[in-house]
């Protein structure tokens, strides 16, 4: 980590700062920002003492290396296209895409340049999920069968508002599938399995039990079942019910191991049937697995440690000039699980193909494809983000949202 610093500048000053924060300690020096809310800008600016950019051109122009972006959600594609092309690699959180037709884009630019391209998923960083990926690779529970993966994060209608400043901001778009990537990546992370088809349900949000102080359009939940390559399935379920769960479990041909539902949920549980224990070898054992590597710097970091080895293995791939584990097409992946995941909820859980953009005869197919949910590609043939069409916020919530969002300075519509 002590070799020449790469210049890097980070889009995005909400989320975008815990990767700013983050750059020294793994080699890099953070060198500008770029964000077009100008106050939020400006006090980061100070923060960091960094130039500050409000277009993001002007900030390619700056002296940089790489690039991190943290901007809008489903803006990622077209910015991460744009830096491969003036020649930086490029960190994006998730997700990669927001339709085929962008993931195939993306997949082509980062082949053309040959440039880093890091796919964000700090969740596959966990201290219990390196330590699965360890022992599945030992062989500890054989193949997967069967995988769950939970990413689910209820908030209250304060809380939604200050988080989706404004009336189309995506988090009042996105239908519950499309934030599938933290269920999804521990799930590849730990068996080197790609997701070939999905089935799933949609859960509209209910009136009774909301509160409904927000503005958001979208369902509350999904269920999806995934077929990967193995012939094994994956349930992913999230995303906003109440009772909030981050959990994974791996069912495979010589056991199970999955971390805690309570108490200490980064403790790992591994179990063994009776017939399949080999000598010596407890039929379960719990225990809280360290960090692989640099366990000082991890505990510090957010996200359970995820935040430090983003950032960590993308310096890594740049300093060492190999594509890194989470590559454009493992984050094209999972980022397709939740598009095409909701072209099955809106046919009541009929099977749709995940399809592979390592080969380009499969892009040619689905170069064209701009089948989107958010409100600026909104026309006749587009899906709504719910399986109950059109959503109207009532005037009331429309009314509270507006106050939430005057109180952080935030002016648009
Ligand atoms: N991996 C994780 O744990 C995690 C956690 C939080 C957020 N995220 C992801 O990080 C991203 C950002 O999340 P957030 O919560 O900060 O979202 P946000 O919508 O609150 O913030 C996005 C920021 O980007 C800025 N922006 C938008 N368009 C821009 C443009 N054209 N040029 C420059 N700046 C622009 C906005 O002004 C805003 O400050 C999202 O993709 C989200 O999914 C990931």
């Not at 010589?254 to 949920?265: A, I, K, P, S, Y």
């Not at 980064?266 to 366990?295: K, N, Q, T």
């Not at 960590?312 to 598009?339: C, H, K, Q, S, W």
């Amino acid at each position: 980590m002590a070799e020449k610093k790469i210049r890097v500048g980070v889009v995005g000053v909400g989320r975008g700062m815990s990767f700013a924060g983050m750059a020294e300690q793994v080699g890099m020096e953070l060198v500008a920002l770029c964000d077009t809310w100008e106050e939020k800008l400006r006090q980061a600016g100070q923060r960091c003492g960094v130039a500050t950019y409000t277009d993001y051109e002007e900030f390619l122009g700056h002296d940089l290396d790489a690039v991190i972006l943290a901007n809008y959600y489903h803006e990622h594609a077209p910015f991460a296209i744009k830096a491969l092309a003036a020649g930086k690699h490029v960190m994006s959180e998730c997700i990669a895409c927001k339709t085929l037709g962008e993931g195939v884009a993306l997949a082509r630019a980062v082949e053309k340049s040959g440039r880093i391209y890091f796919f964000a998923e700090n969740y596959a960083y966990f201290n219990y999920v390196q330590e699965m990926r360890r022992l599945y690779q030992a062989g500890e529970i054989g193949e997967v069968q069967y995988a769950e993966g939970e990413y689910n994060h209820p908030v209250d209608s304060r809380t939604m508002n200050l988080l989706s400043p404004g009336l189309n901001h995506w988090r009042n778009h996105i239908p519950p599938t499309y934030y599938p990537t933290h269920a999804m990546s521990p799930i590849m992370f730990v068996t080197d399995t790609r997701p070939v088809s999905v089935n799933a349900l949609s859960i509209p949000r209910s009136e009774q039990d909301e509160q409904r102080l927000h503005v958001r359009r979208n369902d509350i939940g999904a269920v999806i079942l995934c077929r990967l390559n193995n012939g094994a399935v994956a349930r992913l379920m999230g995303l906003m019910m109440r009772g909030h769960s981050i959990w994974y479990r791996f069912h495979g041909t010589r056991g199970l191991m999955e971390n805690l539902r309570t108490g200490d949920q980064s403790s790992l549980r591994v179990l063994h049937e009776e017939w399949d224990r080999r000598e010596g070898e407890p039929a379960e054992r719990i225990y809280h697995p360290e960090f692989p590597v640099h366990p000082e710097l991890a505990e510090k970091a957010g996200h359970g440690g995820g935040d430090f080895f983003t950032s960590y293995y993308f310096a890594e791939a740049i300093r060492r000039n190999e594509p890194p584990y989470l590559d454009v097409y493992r984050g094209i992946d999972m980022t397709l699980v939740g598009i095409q995941a909701w072209r099955s909820c809106l046919t009541n859980g009929a099977p749709v193909e995940i399809p592979d953009f390592r080969q380009e005869s499969v892009r040619r197919q689905y170069e064209n494809d701009d089948w989107s949910p958010f409100p600026e590609d909104r026309r006749p043939g587009q899906p709504w983000p719910s399986i109950k069409g059109e959503i109207t916020p009532s005037p009331e919530a429309i009314a509270y949202a507006r106050s939430v969002w005057a109180e952080m300075g935030y002016t648009g519509e």
